[in-house]
């Protein structure tokens, strides 16, 4: 007697441990699955755009430090970003709210967005001298450089991750 109860409870007892392992082990597929699946859905064009909203304040922070302008340059120059922070984040929610793909979101925000700026440096020239300008733009297309590379070095993970798996 005493043995059929010994034999019954290890079989429940294994039973138990098993159920257990297996709901976890499940859960935790099911936890990865999820990852990849938001991982691959966040690889859309739209997504890796670099923000215009923040490259207008790296801008800022740029002439503020790196050229070093004074404060009477930066009170002239303030409405100008303001204005142009605020016409970014605009045409970023009506492109985002009027494309059907993502695709044409990101072309209606990449157009709208060199006008933009196109406006912004016209307005910006009138208000910093040539020596602040050059300076400010170099700054720029030195922090553009750095963007690219660290992208080529992101897709270059990316191709070498895959092709380990």
Do not use: C
């Not at 079989?11 to 990849?36: D, L, Y």
């Not at 929610?93 to 912004?120: L, N, Q």
């Amino acid at each position: 007697m005493k043995r059929k109860w010994f034999v019954l409870n290890a079989i429940a007892a294994i039973a138990m441990v098993g159920m257990f392992v297996f709901q976890n082990t499940a859960a935790a597929h099911e936890i990865t699955r999820n990852k990849k699946e938001t991982r691959n859905a966040n690889r859309g064009r739209v997504t890796r755009m670099v923000n215009p909203v923040s490259a207008l304040n790296q801008s800022w922070l740029d002439l503020t430090f790196g050229v070093k302008a004074d404060q009477e340059t930066l009170a002239k120059v303030l409405p100008i970003y303001q204005e142009t922070r605020e016409a970014l984040q605009t045409q970023i929610k009506v492109a985002g709210k009027d494309a059907d793909t993502k695709r044409e979101a990101a072309k209606k925000i990449s157009a709208a967005v060199k006008e933009t700026y196109t406006k912004f440096n016209t307005s910006l020239k009138e208000v910093l001298t040539e020596e602040q300008m050059t300076k400010l733009t170099e700054l720029k297309e030195k922090r553009r450089a750095e963007v690219r590379e660290r992208l080529k070095e992101s897709r270059r993970s990316q191709r070498e991750n895959r092709r380990r798996r």
